[in-house]
């Protein structure tokens, strides 16, 4: 029923009487849970929208203004790879970025660094 009326739907009558359909503009997938889930590059992420409520908004405000306050590592190149994050701590900044892996780890001088501020802020 369902491909019958979407077929229906797709037809429209022309003033010189041909029938147009419609651009595809979706696709059935069989086994979706898997292309969508296992397969997926991007990870699907099923949600409702919500409104932010005033303690949210202070809680992102709050989070902004403490990463703003976290340096990055400075990225520098050994035999083609970026340095591993022990290394880092050689050479400063709060945190490194993997953008292969698309991870951010802590330096343990960040990791001091953000206890001091939330401890400074009263938000730990």
């Known amino acids: 029923n369902l491909a019958f009326n979407w077929l229906f739907d797709q037809r429209v009558l022309a003033s010189d009487n041909e029938i147009y359909t419609r651009a595809l503009h979706y696709a059935i997938i069989d086994e979706a849970d898997?292309?969508?889930?296992?397969?997926a590059?991007?990870?699907?992420?099923?949600?409702?929208?919500?409104?932010?409520?005033?303690?949210?908004?202070?809680?992102?405000?709050?989070?902004?203004?403490?990463?703003?306050?976290?340096?990055?590592?400075?990225?520098?190149?050994?035999?083609g790879a970026v340095i591993q994050l022990e290394d880092q701590e050689k050479y400063g900044g709060d945190f490194a970025c993997d953008r292969v892996k698309r991870t951010v780890n802590m330096t343990l001088a960040g990791q001091k660094k953000l206890v001091s501020l939330l401890v400074s802020s009263s938000q730990l």
């Open 41 to 79: 590059v991007n990870p699907l992420i099923l949600g409702e929208l919500e409104l932010l409520g005033e303690d949210d908004l202070r809680r992102i405000t709050f989070a902004d203004m403490i990463a703003g306050k976290l340096t990055p590592c400075p990225t520098q190149m050994r035999d």
């Open 34 to 39: 898997s292309i969508l889930i296992d397969e």
